[in-house]
């Protein structure tokens, strides 16, 4: 008699649903205080030219490399949304890659502030089930909306392809107040 070792779930493709990473524009007023920055280096420097031969000047190197690695960090920080989890890849010369199946998402929360809404970009936190990563964050992403209903559509699809149920526990105490 052949015994039946298949999986009680159909195995399916992974596909890639989403793709991206976080905008610039989050850093806006940290870009804004290096410029400010770099135009008083420059203004001190000129003032300073003839004491100390434009020597002064060397110090707007300052400004630029606080830009770049801001820059170079954000840029390398990467969200893949797939039907199955998401994938964020991050590190500059340290690669991290953190995963989080989309059956252990419990809720999720878009958010648009103002800056963000005027350049078409938004957050979305995620509140999961899983142990190294309760809380994710995907700032300032674009076109945030989408990106959420297709981890709705994703995540609920996920939970039936697997028979997963979130479940909410309370706990009473002997008065009757209840404990989340």
């Given at each position: 008699m052949p015994i039946d070792d298949s999986p009680s779930t159909p195995a399916t493709a992974e596909t890639l649903l989403?793709?991206?990473?976080t905008s610039q524009w989050v850093h806006f007023?940290?870009?804004l205080l290096c410029?400010?920055?770099?135009g008083a280096i420059a203004v001190g420097a000129t003032v300073l030219a003839l004491p100390t031969g434009g020597l002064t000047y060397l110090a707007l190197i300052i400004p630029v490399i606080l830009w770049m690695v801001r820059w170079w960090v954000t840029k390398c920080t990467t969200y893949e949304l797939t039907s199955q989890r998401l994938r964020i890849r991050s590190g500059v010369l340290n690669r991290r890659v953190d995963e989080l199946e989309l059956y252990r998402v419990k809720d999720?929360?878009?958010e648009q502030p103002l800056l963000l809404r005027m350049v078409g970009l938004g957050n979305l936190t995620l509140i999961t089930s899983d142990?190294?990563?309760p809380q994710v964050a995907m700032k300032?992403?674009?076109?945030?909306e989408n990106v959420r209903e297709e981890l709705r559509t994703a995540v609920q699809n996920e939970r039936d392809?697997?028979?997963?149920?979130?479940l909410d526990?309370?706990?009473?105490d002997e008065h009757g107040t209840t404990f989340s």
């Open positions: 989403w793709s991206g990473h007023w940290f870009y410029i400010i920055l770099a999720y929360a878009m142990a190294t990563n300032a992403i674009p076109d945030v392809r697997k028979r997963v149920r979130e526990v309370d706990s009473h």
